[in-house]
């Protein structure tokens, strides 16, 4: 579940530089935003233009929101050019795949409804995470989950001596955590904090990290999990992506592994330990960037 409770209000509605790396050179091409997130967000529906209109000089048909895809020249960063306000990710995510939720999406979206039934169900890869993460923790850590929605997807969930939930969402989370709140956050010191499929969904993903940053203590480890998406895992040898991704849904971010690194060290923090995962999701062979990251000077061995 995407966090926005500490998104930054000093944004462009319209980016004209990188949100990771903050370079200005960016390359354009057109696109549509998906009529569910078009609705959703800024209440938005698509219209069918007929001659009852009058209008002269434009052609009848199907009109979608406009926007466009932007691709960083520098890190790669391939990325949707609005980026929402505060107020527009709440309208998105409050009540993340809850009915109202779920009845407009299965509107726009037919055969939406069985696969978040299997959504809620929880990944299937867990243990490849607590693998990754094993050597660098205690054998019991506290952990924060920034963003993890119920916890039924977070790591060492049953060994955990804390795991506590930050979700904007105020979902009903599993029984061996604790929802907390945006004043809870500095109280207490993580061994681990997650953030884990959050970062593709925000608008200021240098921000959220920085935010996550002013929480950890020289021995946390933060654990970033973002998805390799199979348009640039496909496309790896074809520079000019943004002209091949012509919709935009959830994720607004698609991130090259350069962004990731560059994301990291622009917030302030270290790569103690990078791999790329292949997942089965929806039955076939999918990519996740894992990365540990620590403060500076608890960083002995990082990259």
């Given at each position: 579940?995407?966090?926005?409770a500490?998104?930054?209000?000093?944004?462009?509605?319209?980016?004209?530089?990188c949100v990771?790396?903050?370079s200005p050179?960016l390359h354009?091409?057109?696109?549509?935003?998906?009529?569910?997130i078009?609705?959703?967000v800024f209440?938005?529906q698509?219209?069918?233009i007929?001659e009852?209109?009058?209008?002269?000089?434009i052609r009848s048909?199907?009109?979608?929101?406009?926007?466009?895809?932007?691709?960083?020249?520098?890190?790669g960063?391939?990325?949707?050019?609005?980026?929402?306000s505060?107020?527009?990710?709440?309208?998105?995510?409050?009540?993340?795949?809850?009915?109202?939720?779920t009845r407009?999406?299965?509107?726009?979206?037919?055969?939406?409804?069985?696969?978040?039934?299997?959504?809620?169900?929880?990944?299937?890869?867990v243990?490849?995470?607590?693998?990754?993460?094993?050597s660098?923790?205690p054998?019991?850590?506290?952990?924060?989950?920034?963003?993890?929605?119920t916890g039924v997807?977070?790591p060492?969930?049953?060994?955990?001596?804390?795991?506590?939930i930050y979700?904007?969402?105020s979902?009903?989370v599993?029984?061996e955590?604790?929802l907390i709140d945006k004043?809870?956050?500095r109280d207490?010191?993580?061994d681990?904090i997650?953030?884990?499929?959050?970062?593709e969904?925000?608008?200021?993903?240098k921000?959220?990290?920085?935010?996550?940053?002013?929480?950890?203590t020289n021995?946390?480890?933060?654990y970033?999990?973002?998805?390799?998406?199979d348009?640039?895992?496909?496309?790896?040898d074809?520079?000019?992506?943004?002209?091949l991704?012509r919709?935009?849904h959830?994720?607004?971010?698609?991130?090259?592994e350069?962004a990731?690194?560059?994301?990291?060290r622009?917030?302030?923090l270290?790569i103690?330990?990078f791999?790329?995962?292949?997942v089965?999701i929806?039955?076939?062979?999918?990519?996740?960037?894992?990365?540990?990251c620590?403060?500076?000077?608890?960083?002995?061995?990082a990259?």
């Open positions: 579940m995407p966090d926005i500490l998104a930054t209000n000093d944004y462009e509605r319209i980016a004209s530089y990771c790396c903050g050179h354009k091409s057109p696109a549509v935003l998906m009529p569910f078009s609705h959703r209440d938005w698509p219209v069918a007929d009852s209109w009058g209008l002269r000089t048909g199907n009109a979608y929101s406009i926007c466009n895809s932007l691709r960083c020249g520098e890190c960063l391939l990325f949707l050019d609005i980026r929402f505060d107020k527009e990710l709440g309208n998105l995510y409050s009540n993340y795949r809850g009915d109202a939720y407009l999406r299965e509107h726009y979206e037919p055969g939406y409804s069985a696969r978040n039934d299997a959504l809620r169900q929880g990944i299937q890869y243990p490849e995470i607590e693998e990754f993460l094993r660098m923790i054998v019991a850590p506290g952990v924060l989950d920034w963003g993890g929605d997807n977070t060492f969930k049953h060994c955990a001596s804390t795991l506590d979700d904007i969402g979902p009903v599993i029984p955590a604790r004043t809870q956050l207490i010191d993580y681990l997650i953030c884990s499929n959050v970062l969904h925000v608008p200021q993903p921000t959220l990290v920085r935010d996550i940053a002013a929480t950890m021995s946390t480890v933060l970033l999990e973002i998805p390799y998406e348009l640039l895992v496909a496309s790896r074809n520079v000019a992506t943004e002209t991704k919709h935009w959830e994720h607004i971010n698609f991130f090259t350069t990731v690194r560059a994301l990291v622009s917030s302030g270290v103690t330990a791999r790329i995962l292949e089965p929806y039955g076939k062979p999918s990519f996740m960037f894992q990365v540990a620590t403060l500076p000077m608890s960083a002995e061995g990259e």
